[in-house]
């Protein structure tokens, strides 16, 4: 089954910085690569997502890259706020086999200071 | 759109009930809905998939006859956990994927039910 990578598990930056986390993915039958933040004790909300049939895709200070070649994807951040700082998951998945199951990363927590 | 709920938000049992939490789509139709756990800093773990009409689909270690799933209609789905002892303990997330013809592939999440057993 797909097993997914990320890092780094815990990211400090002050405000302003950028951000970036990495995620790998071992199924190259994967073809859809959400991003999620999560905020204590809430739910997942879906960030950003990228299709394998593009590389880059860009929503006002985030974006997202994927290289299928290499099997990985990640998350830009730039002009991070503190309302940035939650839990970031990556996930990949194989929709092609009728529904969608996505195999998450282990979460990466971005800390922005002010 | 693409609001999902779940019922209720928190649930405090005793070791030996049984708990049902409810995961409903509101404004769109769900073949296909997802059970996740989440344990304190950790990333959800998929437990079953759940697809109207036919049986779920259970993720290796995952008790079938300890998580009863139910997905009786495009909007409802429930998850029944059985004899509850402390170790499962949890936050029980659940996710519905639009159908097909609207957004492929895009999940959307409940805000999570937090079972405490004591």
């Known amino acids: 089954g797909e097993n997914v990578e990320q890092h780094p598990s815990t990211l400090s930056v002050q405000e302003g910085d950028s951000a970036v986390i990495k995620c790998t993915y071992s199924d190259s039958a994967s073809n859809y690569f959400p991003w999620y933040k999560q905020e204590l004790g809430k739910r997942p909300q879906l960030i950003i997502d990228i299709r394998s049939n593009v590389g880059e895709k860009k929503d006002q200070r985030i974006a997202v890259t994927l290289n299928k070649t290499a099997k990985h994807f990640s998350l830009h951040i730039t002009e991070t706020q503190p309302e940035d700082s939650a839990v970031y998951f990556c996930?990949?998945?194989?929709?092609?086999?009728?529904?969608?199951?996505?195999?998450f990363g282990k979460g990466t927590m971005l800390l922005v200071s002010p | 759109g693409a609001v999902v709920s779940q019922h209720p938000s928190w649930v405090i049992c005793k070791s030996g009930t049984s708990v049902k939490i409810e995961c409903r789509s509101l404004d769109f139709q769900a073949t296909t809905m997802f059970w996740y756990r989440q344990f304190p800093k950790q990333s959800l773990m998929l437990m079953a998939t759940s697809n109207e009409g036919s049986k779920a689909t259970y993720e290796q270690g995952v008790e079938k006859d300890k998580f009863l799933i139910n997905h009786a209609s495009l909007t409802l789905s429930t998850l029944t956990v059985t004899s509850a002892h402390p170790e499962d303990s949890s936050f029980y997330i659940c996710?519905?994927?639009?159908?097909?013809?609207?957004?492929?592939?895009?999940?959307?999440f409940g805000p999570g039910t937090r079972l405490t057993v004591t």
């Open positions: 996710s519905a994927e639009r159908d097909r013809q609207g957004a492929l592939y895009e999940q959307y």
């Open positions: 996930a990949a998945s194989n929709g092609d086999s009728g529904y969608s199951t996505l195999t």
